[in-house]
Nanobody, 121 residues
Framework: QVQLVESGGGSVQAGGSLRLSCVAS????????MGWFRQAPGKEREFVAA????????NYGDSVKGRFTISTDNAKSTVYLQMNSLKPEDTAVYSC??????????????WGPGTQVTVSS
């Protein structure tokens, strides 16, 4: 099992910044892709960003490119999402994901409970 706990959500005005944290615990964490997703009420869950502990390579959803940055602190088993230039449309529950994939033969996802981000205009 992998356990994930998010923090750092809150309310901010448009143009402001927030940093979300996801503290991970469990076995073989280095084998997992780590990511952030978000979901607003009545909307589909949306991919935000992803990375890996060992490589540091990153991917971003189109709507957040240039504004959000995902990073890790491996010593603290923590994944961060730095969110700058926030817009009202960024308002959503943000959830941390640990994803394991064995070349398609076996996949498993672990989710944190989520943290609310509200951006006012």
């Amino acid at each position: 099992q992998v356990q994930l706990v998010e923090s750092g959500g809150g309310s901010v005005q448009a143009g402001g910044s927030l940093r979300l944290s996801c503290v991970a615990s469990g076995d073989a964490l280095s084998a997992y892709y780590m990511g952030w997703f978000r979901q607003a009420p009545g909307k589909e869950r949306e991919f935000v960003a992803a990375t890996r502990w060992i490589s540091g390579g990153t991917n971003y959803g189109d709507s957040v490119k240039g504004r959000f940055t995902i990073s890790t602190d491996n010593a603290k088993s923590t994944v961060y999402l730095q969110m700058n230039s926030l817009k009202p449309e960024d308002t959503a529950v943000y959830s941390c994901l640990a994803h394991y994939s064995d070349h398609g033969w076996f996949e498993q996802d672990f989710w944190g409970p989520g943290t609310q981000v509200t951006v006012s205009s």
